[in-house]
């Protein structure tokens, strides 16, 4: 997918209060990144989130991402 030269990069937190694993909760993040997309998509906007870039940090452990 092509992005014009002036295309942002937008970094979001989401804090996830739960007792779930790490590992898991990053799954269901790449999960949600299709929806994500499609929503932004819908107001004719071309949108991309890189699924090597998602991570989920926990106690001072990153888990996914770069």
Do not use: W
Not at 24 to 48: K, P, S, T
Request: some cysteine; aromatic content about 4%.
């Amino acid at each position: 997918m092509d992005f014009p030269e002036n295309a942002d990069t937008h970094i979001v937190t989401i804090p996830v209060i739960s007792n779930v694993d790490p590992a898991e909760l990053l799954d269901i993040m790449i999960a949600i990144r299709e929806n994500i997309i499609e929503m932004v998509e819908q107001q004719c906007i071309e949108c991309d989130i890189l699924e090597e870039e998602i991570s989920v940090e926990y106690k001072s452990e990153l888990h996914g991402g770069k």
